[in-house]
């Protein structure tokens, strides 16, 4: 009798154990799927990250935007909450752009139609460098064109 309770209880054990083991392979297999998920969506990011050059416009009332460094496209955008990134992709402490700030930006991809259009969906700036002088003549002449 206590061979036939052995049995069971061995037999009771191994299922559990079975039944652990897959619920958590099932689990880390999750985890791993949203990490590469994730992975793709920087790398998604990255590729449609924008250069862009900040520019202050205006004598009484400044009106900041940032100039697309390819294209000269005009567009405002908010610094994300997560702040201002250095160009050692260091977090910086008072997060506040200069004009003719060279920045990345990166985000959802989505601009508005606007003029000038607008970038709702940036979730990172770093700032990469200071633009040269031609690069801030050309980038403000796309400014005021644009907000003329």
Same mark, same amino acid.
């Given at each position: +009798? ?16 079975g039944v652990m083991a897959a619920i958590g392979g099932g689990f880390w297999s999750t ?35 940032? &100039?697309? +460094?390819?294209?000269?496209? &005009? ?28 920045v990345k930006i990166t985000g959802d991809g989505a601009m508005t139609m606007s003029i ?15 633009g040269n002088t031609k690069e801030m003549a050309a980038c403000e002449k796309a400014a ?5």
């Amino acid at each position: +009798m206590k061979e036939k309770t052995d049995k069971k209880m061995i037999i009771g054990w191994i299922i559990l154990i079975g039944v652990m083991a897959a619920i958590g392979g099932g689990f880390w297999s999750t985890v791993a799927d949203q990490a590469e998920q994730m992975r793709q969506e920087e790398a998604r990011q990255e590729e449609q990250a924008v250069t862009a050059m900040y520019i202050e416009t205006g004598m009484l009332v400044p009106d900041a935007v940032f &100039v697309d +460094m390819e294209n000269q496209t &005009v567009f405002t955008a908010e610094v994300p909450e997560e702040g201002i990134y250095n160009k050692n992709n260091k977090r910086e402490a008072d997060g506040i752009l200069e004009h003719g700030d060279v920045v990345k930006i990166t985000g959802d991809g989505a601009m508005t139609m606007s003029i000038p259009a607008q970038y709702p969906g940036v979730t990172k700036m770093q700032v990469l460098r200071r633009g040269n002088t031609k690069e801030m003549a050309a980038c403000e002449k796309a400014a005021e064109d644009t907000l003329s």
